[in-house]
């Protein structure tokens, strides 16, 4: 008997030691794939992080000192990227298809605004045109090549409480 038809012996290939091989090499196969897929992930949201600094100086450049001209390559560095798939704050312009919003980190994002995009207010749906500089936003939707977010949800919030200047009771009169 040579090596083939060893190997095409039905005594090895249903015995156990070929079974634990057969999952031995199933179980390598999903782990590659399951780090291939963080790395795809991974490399996705460090290109958004590198984008947008690079396109967001060029933009809206600034004079001030190193941590205030570039806050995003400082929370890179921190090991903080940016959230490339959405984003929450307030509209600052209105320049339709793009909107720019500052986020709660007080980072400026530009937003796409397409035709897919489903505008939300409560359960109210509006209008591109309905957006105004001061609403309050949250955004949802996919980075593109130019740094932007192609939102596919805008939904509009009321504006946030201050519960510094808030008060629970009122002066009573006479």
């Not at 396109?55 to 400082?74: S, V």
Request: proline share 4%.
């Amino acid at each position: 008997m040579n090596t083939i038809d060893k190997i095409m012996d039905k005594d090895f290939l249903q015995s156990k030691g070929f079974r634990r091989l057969l999952f031995g090499i199933g179980v390598f196969v999903v782990a590659l794939l399951i780090f291939q897929c963080g790395m795809i992930v991974g490399f996705h949201k460090a290109s958004f992080s590198y984008r947008m600094g690079d396109n967001y100086y060029r933009a809206f450049g600034t004079e001030k000192g190193f941590t205030d001209k570039y806050p995003i390559q400082m929370e890179v560095m921190r090991g903080n990227f940016p959230d490339s798939h959405g984003a929450v704050g307030q509209i600052i312009t209105v320049d339709l298809p793009t909107i720019v919003i500052e986020d709660t980190h007080n980072i400026e994002k530009a937003i796409l605004v397409t035709e897919k995009t489903t505008i939300k207010k409560f359960k109210e749906t509006l209008k591109k045109s309905d957006l105004k500089v001061d609403d309050y936003v949250t955004i949802i939707g996919s980075p593109n090549d130019k740094s932007e977010i192609e939102a596919k949800l805008i939904r509009i919030l009321p504006p946030p409480i201050d519960y510094r200047t808030a008060t629970t009771s009122s002066k009573i009169t006479n």
